[in-house]
């Protein structure tokens, strides 16, 4: 759960002098900000109203919006009994006063420059949204919206901001728009400033012509954000129950980069190219039973899809063969497929062979290691024989005789600046270590174990890894993984870390007297968090992620 914003100095209310009179009103957006993620998290009230609010805010947002981010201070019952549910797993945040307590206090602080407290926002209702517009020229257009609960205490709020010295209240002048009051004005640097209450919702921003955008929508005299088919096209691969969302139409902010001849020359480089192609991306935070999820998705145009990129999204995805290799005790892993067709790319884009690249550099070695790559790698790391974990990189190999001598080939390169390499069996498999002393914590290792190029922080965890291979423990077998993972092993990309045994682990490496520290401010709040994983699938529309926060 979020904490109160501001946690560092604020320059203002450490007696720093700023230069920009219009502070004061940025103080206020920003502790409307606080509002929305203090209370859209879940840390004031107690949800008594459990049906939640009807969506409000997005009908006085244009299509013609680039960016917006939206809370729901009352959001859907099964958010709310979720939130309750979980707050509770918590000790630092049980208490429903206290947190309280903490949101005011964060907003006493931050709005003290404008003159203004807590009870000055508390008629903020049910949604807080902030829209922006990307400019060819100058600064982003933002408007911050708050729905209103008490109109007359709004307008108080909003007419106390223009009497501020700081925001030049001779500048203030009050025009009408589709039948609606526009206060507009500058603040004492000449920057603009508006405001209205606009069908229920206050709102505040550095552009007039965008305070009049919410009035046309709210109006329905120009097409709204919420009809429009590409977001609504995008938020359908979200949760339909969430806490708060955000949405960016990157078609429009592709096109300004596009015009940056550096944007143009980096996009054309490995892992860039697909840039293009987004045409928008959306981010929902909900609440589950068992956990708090982030999820992600992201639309494609598809024409703007290279031949290559079309090959490798149209490719199922398949449980990564690499798992079964990590040991079970790891303290997590990061999996992926399909990674040789942006390694190929890397590779010529190096001019691998070309003169002057190759050779002694190790660029031609490299190029021919990738040739026998399946796609699949995996990174995992465990306990090791020291306080540092031990890890290790699996690469899947199509062929092992050639990736062995691939790999030799690079070790090779090492070997003749005076770094030998000794070798070592263990069981079928043959260990290579670096002779004569290691770097930091660890001595490098490899070996190809059973389709597989394993790269190692020690010869010990190479062992471990080849007895998962023959049928040991291995992380797939985990209990732990399996729930984190809720049959997502076959997902494009994958990334699971065990928290408690991080927390154990990390807690083992304390001197006494800081544990006993730990025990009384960390570890209550980490108990009962379980695992964090990530899980990703792609294909020619589009990729939709979820990172997950595993809560007991």
Do not use: C
């Not at 046309?216 to 979200?238: E, N, P, Y």
């Not at 062979?353 to 050779?359: A, D, I, K």
């Not at 031609?364 to 465990?382: H, K, R, S, W, Y």
């Not at 070790?411 to 043959?430: L, M, N, Q």
């Amino acid at each position: 759960m979020p904490g109160p914003s501001g946690s560092g100095p604020d320059p203002v209310s450490a007696g720093v002098p700023t230069k920009r009179g219009s502070r004061r009103l940025r103080v206020f957006v920003a502790g409307g900000l606080a509002v929305a993620l203090l209370l859209g998290g879940g840390a004031a009230a107690a949800f008594l109203r459990m049906r939640g609010a009807p969506e409000q805010i997005l009908g006085e947002i244009p299509a013609s919006t680039d960016a917006v981010v939206v809370a729901y201070l009352d959001p859907a019952a099964s958010q709310k009994l979720n939130l309750l549910r979980l707050q509770g797993r918590f000790p630092s945040f049980a208490s429903s006063q206290h947190l309280r307590d903490q949101v005011n206090a964060g907003l006493d602080a931050a709005l003290r420059e404008s003159g203004l407290d807590h009870r000055d926002v508390a008629w903020v209702g049910s949604e807080i949204a902030v829209a922006v517009d990307i400019r060819p020229q100058g600064d982003p257009g933002v408007a911050v919206l708050l729905s209103v609960d008490d109109a007359g205490a709004a307008d108080a709020t909003l007419e106390k901001l223009r009497a501020e010295p700081a925001s030049n209240p001779s500048s203030w002048t009050r025009e009408t728009h589709g039948g609606v009051d526009v206060w507009s004005g500058t603040d004492a640097s000449g920057s603009e400033v508006a405001m209205a209450m606009v069908e229920g919702a206050a709102v505040l921003s550095n552009s007039t012509s965008m305070v009049e955008g919410a009035i046309d929508a709210g109006q329905g005299t120009v097409a709204r954000l919420q009809d429009d088919a590409r977001f609504r096209a995008t938020m359908s691969d979200l949760p339909q129950a969430k806490l708060g969302f955000a949405y960016m139409n990157t078609a429009t902010l592709g096109d300004l980069l596009g015009r940056s001849p550096a944007f143009g020359a980096a996009a054309a480089g490995p892992g860039l190219g697909a840039l293009s192609a987004v045409t928008s991306v959306a981010v929902s935070v909900s609440a589950q039973r068992d956990g708090l999820a982030i999820d992600t998705t992201q639309r494609y145009d598809r024409s703007k899809l290279t031949p290559e990129m079309l090959r490798v999204l149209a490719q199922p995805p398949h449980v990564n063969p690499l798992l079964t290799k990590v040991p079970a005790e790891a303290y997590g892993v990061i999996a992926q497929q399909h990674v040789d067709a942006a390694l190929r790319s890397f590779v010529d884009t190096l001019g691998v062979g070309s003169h002057g690249l190759g050779g002694p550099f190790g660029a031609d070695e490299i190029g021919n290691l990738v040739q026998v790559l399946t796609g699949d790698i995996a990174i995992e790391a465990e306990p090791g024989g020291s306080v540092a974990p031990d890890a290790a990189i699996l690469l899947g190999s199509s062929n092992d005789d050639r990736m062995q001598s691939e790999l030799g080939r690079l070790a090779a390169i090492s070997a003749s600046s005076g770094a030998p390499w000794r070798t070592e069996k263990y069981g079928d498999v043959t260990i290579h270590v670096l002779d004569g002393g290691g770097f930091l914590l660890f001595v490098p290792a490899y070996a190809v174990v059973n389709h597989a190029a394993v790269i190692a922080t020690s010869d010990a965890e190479i062992k471990r890894i080849v007895d998962a291979s023959n049928g040991g423990p291995n992380i797939t077998s985990s209990p732990v993984f399996r729930s984190a993972a809720a049959g997502s092993e076959a997902s494009d990309a994958l990334a699971f870390v065990d928290v408690q045994a991080v927390v154990a682990a990390v807690r083992a490496a304390l001197p006494p007297e800081q544990q006993a520290w730990f025990d009384r401010h960390v570890a209550p709040d980490l108990r009962n968090v379980v695992s964090f994983s990530f899980r990703s699938d792609d294909d020619v529309t589009g990729s939709r992620s979820r990172v997950f926060v595993r809560i007991r």
